[in-house]
């Protein structure tokens, strides 16, 4: 809601997909993935450091394009419904 990057840390695909909707899958990790290591989650948040104010534009950018339209809109605009 505030456009704050983050590193989600978990194992449901709705982690993957929130992170891909706003364009920050880099700094998503599933813990159950034998590939998940701490040296990639540590890069991971010194690079979200270092592009933190990019990553906050990009966030917002992509929340905006989501909230462009909502369920009410497309009721709205479906004279059947």
């Known amino acids: 809601r505030n456009y704050i990057p983050c590193i989600a840390l978990g194992w449901a695909i709705k982690y993957k997909a929130l992170t891909q909707n706003v364009n920050q899958e880099q700094y998503s990790f599933d813990i159950t993935?034998?590939?998940c290591n701490i040296n990639d989650i540590i890069a991971a948040v010194n690079d979200m450091m270092i592009n933190y104010d990019s990553n906050k534009k990009i966030i917002?950018?992509?929340?905006?394009?989501?909230?462009?339209?909502?369920?009410?809109?497309?009721c709205r605009f479906n004279e059947n419904f």
Not at 60 to 72: H, T
């Open 33 to 35: 993935d034998e590939k």
């Open 60 to 74: 917002m950018e992509n929340i905006k394009i989501i909230q462009k339209e909502n369920c009410f809109d497309i």
